[in-house]
């Protein structure tokens, strides 16, 4: 059954995110042959449209408006009903991030229909579209299928492969006309304490560090090795609230979920909580002095060791094979 399905081109600091491009494969799969529609949300977004047609958008719509220069639920979801008013799509796919977590139920409810959280894969078998989603954590997967009306489902970020991009692809870029009026939120200013340089949450590397790095200095080795593969650097829970970093860098059950292909745990005990957020990495790499360290039970690879020592080690080693290559 072919679909017209929306994907929501989610834009930071003037470039779309890459979990954009993840979204619009998935929607291709939803779509079965149907058009794949990009949306793009903000005071002046029009010039990103090339990007989602270089990924696989068939089209692009964009909303534009002084009062959507900054992400409120309110008038994105004014600017994405006027859309789907205008479209009417039978699938919409946006990434599993902290605007696709809030608004994706609010435009769920006002539709009414339902939604198919924080998917980590989507496949056509036997005549239904399967969504496959974490549980309990991580423990668990569940597979779900939407049995009647709109396939609206988020996708997390590094989870779906993009499809290849497509450099010499263009389109035009449509406007949808929508009022944005009666916001209950207006954002005065944003002070980011994000760390500069790689999403944490769509990095391909993360480097983590726990208790074990024992002060904030102790992260320098942890931030080296991350800018020689360029990835980011995360934490555990126990290093925020030891003041060793700020709490944008936590990863868990109450920070993020970071899947990446290469994820290296340093000084993290390995705690239910931070595995929550992380146990779905590619590869994992444990570097800790306790052998029983709960962390090596889901490690791929464990170092017995003293950070301080290994992780330079690392570092030296990963920078003579950069110079090779």
Do not use: W
Not at 46 to 74: F, H, I, M, R
């Amino acid at each position: 059954m072919a679909r017209k399905v929306l994907v929501l081109g989610e834009a930071r600091d003037g470039q779309l995110r890459n979990v954009s491009f993840e979204a619009i494969a998935a929607a291709k799969t939803v779509a079965e042959g149907g058009e794949v529609v990009g949306v793009l949300i903000g005071e002046s977004v029009s010039s990103l449209g090339n990007d989602l047609y270089q990924y696989g958008a068939d089209k692009v719509v964009a909303v534009e408006d002084a009062k959507l220069a900054q992400y409120t639920p309110d008038g994105f979801s004014q600017a994405l009903m006027a859309v789907i008013e205008q479209e009417s799509p039978e699938g919409i796919i946006f990434g599993h991030t902290s605007l696709g977590k809030d608004l994706a139920p609010k435009i769920a409810s006002k539709l009414g229909s339902g939604l198919i959280s924080d998917a980590v894969a989507v496949e056509e078998a036997g005549g239904n579209l399967v969504f496959t989603r974490p549980i309990y954590s991580g423990k668990a997967f569940e597979k779900k299928i939407v049995t009647d009306g709109l396939v609206f489902a988020t996708v997390r970020p590094n989870n779906i492969a993009p499809l290849e991009k497509d450099s010499g692809k263009s389109g035009e870029v449509s406007t949808v006309s929508a009022e944005i009026k009666d916001l209950r939120t207006i954002i005065k200013d944003v002070v980011r304490k994000a760390t500069e340089g790689v999403d944490l949450s769509e990095a391909k590397v993360v480097v983590a560090g726990g208790r074990g790095v024992k002060s904030e200095e102790g992260f320098e080795p942890l931030k080296e090795l991350a800018d020689v593969l360029g990835g980011a650097v995360g934490a555990s829970r126990g290093a925020c609230d030891a003041d060793y970093c700020d709490y944008s860098l936590q990863i868990g059950q109450t920070g993020k979920v970071v899947t990446p292909d290469l994820y290296i745990a340093a000084g993290i005990s390995g705690a239910i909580q931070h595995l929550a957020g992380m146990s779905n990495s590619k590869v994992i790499v444990a570097i800790n002095k306790d052998p029983e360290a709960n962390i090596f039970k889901v490690a791929d690879y464990g170092i017995v060791g003293d950070l301080f020592e290994v992780v330079p080690m690392l570092t030296e080693e990963f920078k003579k094979l950069k110079v090779n290559a």
